[in-house]
T-cell receptor, first 108, second 116 residues
Framework: AQRVTQPEKLLSVFKGAPVELKCNYS??????LFWYVQYSRQRLQLLLR??SRESIKGFTADLNKGETSFHLKKPFAQEEDSAMYYC??????????FGSGTKLNVKP | EPEVTQTPSHQVTQMGQEVILRCVPI?????FYWYRQILGQKVEFLVS????????KSEIFDDQFSVERPDGSNFTLKIRSTKLEDSAMYFC??????????????FGPGTRLTVL
């Protein structure tokens, strides 16, 4: 069965520090993975997806099939990065499985 | 920039009552989704809808749930007989192409459903 695990409910870092939000997945097929972000009082929005291999707002995520991971990284966290981050797996035709989310708190 | 809208923002209902949650997807989008998020828990996929029919649904989406696109703009989620455990935030989303491969899903702000 498919599963997405985000082991940290809360991650607190200081501004300028590196940040890594962990995501591990379980899926027998070829995974398509995403990171979604929800800023305070805003709607859920796509941050990035592994297939496009892009960097958005300084964030990157590399799919590691050997470790079944898709960790989100940023070398220097900013206060405006504080938000809820959800890792999500697309499977079957058009179904999404979301992780439980990690709240990132960037302290000044 | 076009956005997905949802009404109402908050719905309170009595257990056993029917509710209809409404969504207006982005106008040229073809794929529509409903998700729910129980307070403090993860976002859960309910159903996806394309070409006037359900394309995927989760185990949560049982016979109590139904979706409809009654006209060219609205996309509704109906819960026939609400239970206490249906209390959650319900999110609608839409995408232009198959989400993920060519395009992203755009989420609405959500409807908070409270079942008393």
């Amino acid at each position: 069965a498919q599963r997405v695990t985000q082991p940290e409910k809360l991650l607190s870092v200081f501004k300028g520090a590196p940040v890594e939000l962990k995501c591990n997945y379980s899926y027998s097929g070829s995974p398509e993975l995403f990171w979604y972000v929800q800023y305070s009082r805003q709607r859920l929005q796509l941050l990035l997806r592994h297939i496009s291999r892009e960097s958005i707002k300084g964030f990157t995520a590399d799919l590691n099939k050997g470790e079944t991971s898709f960790h989100l990284k940023k070398p220097f966290a900013q206060e405006e990065d504080s938000a809820m981050y959800y890792c999500a797996l697309l499977y079957n035709f058009n179904k999404f499985y979301f992780g439980s989310g990690t709240k990132l708190n960037v302290k000044p | 920039e076009p956005e997905v809208t949802q009404t109402p923002s908050h719905q309170v209902t009595q257990m056993g009552q029917e509710v209809i949650l409404r969504c207006v997807p982005i106008s040229n989008h073809l794929y529509f989704y409903w998700y729910r998020q129980i307070l403090g828990q993860k976002v859960e996929f309910l159903v996806s809808f394309y070409n006037n029919e359900i394309s995927e649904k989760s185990e949560i989406f049982d016979d109590q749930f139904s979706v409809e696109r009654p006209d060219g703009s609205n996309f509704t989620l109906k819960i026939r007989s609400t239970k206490l455990e249906d209390s959650a935030m319900y999110f609608c989303a839409s995408s232009d192409e198959l989400a993920g491969v060519t395009d992203t899903q755009y989420f609405g702000p959500g409807t908070r459903l409270t079942v008393l």
